[in-house]
């Protein structure tokens, strides 16, 4: 299994001889994506409390000032004789201060039942970019750290044919030998002179990768630190396991999204139901026809009271929403098996993808074995004459493509085991 350690790396710090572990640390503290996780988690948390406070009392104050331009005429008939006289003032002004309180709202109710299915889902969409992550991030170690042991393995071949070069000159001069075998070790020179160089190249190219997943800046120097025997003896993993659907972060996700599709459906069942709520106001009222004395006397007043409201007919909508939810239900549903079958057969790929690899590690390992003890002899075989100097360069091939063989099949089979243990979700994003 997979976990990630304590992650003590700082931004801004120097990553020297690290090992995956390090890598790791870092690129879950410090990579874009992983920190934008966090974020969207955190705006999410701050969306649910915002939909739960309307819970609480909402406060509001309303206040306005009015004067008339022409004031109103009203009748006023008495014993038949009808006159006109002005009611109020030519100035209005007031304050309201209101609270009111929801005691019965669907949109609320739905709010509570899904604030914990969304928080789930913000913590599980954070673990799945932390587990993309960890597999991305380890390969691209294993990546550059196989360039790295084929620059050494090149490094050595151009050691060995420099000393072939010189030896062969020598008998050449001496008229031992003729001008192909120095012309050939040349060639090899040559030709293992422009593997360096490509080799080395490729490499930049992998730490510029490798830094951008972690999140490290491209200025900043990185070199790691490799132990084969270590890696070797992490390579075996248990090949019978259950695949528990369960342990995957996709198929929890799935989940999470029916559950909150279930709470939508309740929902628009529960909009059948009422609204209540109630209030309570104070009001400071000013009037006078001369604006300097109208604030002088207040005319307050107070009301308290409840609100009912009841759908009583709203066309066919709510019956819609219900059908559709529902029939999204049974969309997720659909969903959730989907799922299913495709991590079933992404853990049977990865499974014989690490079988195969397996065999093609030990089969690599036995041959560099093998050709280290060829070129042995058959150098001891050329120092001695008995041996023409193509058998000694195709034996040097031999050894050189099968230690490069051994590194890409052991690259092969660790990354293959980073794809079995995602399919069986058993890489860990905590301590």
């Avoid at 599980?124 to 050494?152: H, P, R, W």
């Avoid at 030896?167 to 050449?172: G, L």
Wanted: glycine content about 4%; aromatic content about 8%.
């Amino acid at each position: 299994m997979i976990t990630a350690g304590r992650v003590n790396a700082q931004t801004d710090s120097v990553l020297r001889n690290a090992k995956l572990e390090d890598v790791i640390n870092y690129a879950l503290k410090n990579k874009p994506g992983v920190k934008q996780s966090y974020l969207d988690q955190e705006v999410g948390e701050r969306d649910i409390k915002s939909a739960l406070s309307a819970w609480l009392p909402q406060i509001n104050a309303d206040g306005s000032f009015n004067h008339n331009i022409k004031q109103q005429l009203n009748a006023l008939t008495v014993d038949g004789q009808t006159s006109y006289i002005v009611f109020g003032t030519k100035n209005t002004s007031s304050l309201i201060l209101q609270a009111d309180q929801q005691f019965l709202n669907a949109g609320l109710i739905q709010a509570s039942k899904s604030a914990r299915y969304y928080r789930q889902q913000y913590r599980q969409n954070t673990e799945n970019v932390q587990i993309n992550t960890i597999v991305d991030v380890s390969k691209a170690f294993y990546d550059i750290l196989t360039s790295q042991e084929q620059l050494k393995i090149i490094e050595e071949n151009i050691a060995r044919i420099n000393k072939q070069l010189k030896d062969a000159k020598s008998q050449y001069e001496a008229g031992l030998v003729d001008k192909t075998d120095y012309q050939r070790a040349q060639i090899s020179l040559s030709n293992s002179s422009a593997d360096k160089k490509r080799t080395s190249e490729l490499l930049k190219s992998k730490y510029a990768y490798l830094k951008a997943l972690m999140g490290y800046s491209a200025e900043k120097e990185l070199t790691l630190s490799f132990d084969n025997q270590s890696m070797e003896s992490g390579i075996l993993i248990d090949t019978v396991q259950t695949l528990d659907y369960q342990k995957r972060v996709e198929y929890r996700l799935l989940q999470t999204q029916r559950s909150l599709q279930s709470v939508n459906t309740s929902y628009n069942k529960l909009a059948y139901l009422p609204k209540l709520s109630g209030f309570i106001n104070y009001s400071f009222n000013y009037l006078g026809n001369d604006v300097s004395e109208m604030f002088k006397m207040n005319l307050p007043g107070s009301i308290v009271g409840l609100r009912l409201n009841i759908p009583i007919f709203q066309g066919t909508k709510r019956i819609q929403e219900i059908r559709k939810a529902q029939l999204l239900e049974k969309r997720t549903d659909l969903d959730l098996q989907e799922s299913k079958n495709q991590i079933n057969s992404q853990y049977e790929r990865a499974m014989a993808t690490y079988k195969a690899g397996l065999n093609d590690w030990k089969t690599a390992r036995s041959n560099v074995d093998v050709s280290k003890q060829v070129y042995g002899t058959i150098k001891l075989q050329y120092d001695e004459g008995i041996k023409s100097y193509l058998d000694l360069m195709t034996a040097e091939t031999d050894l050189k493509t099968s230690q490069i063989n051994y590194l890409n099949a052991l690259y092969g089979v660790l990354s293959a085991k980073l794809d079995v243990q995602q399919a069986l979700g058993t890489i860990s994003t905590t301590p």
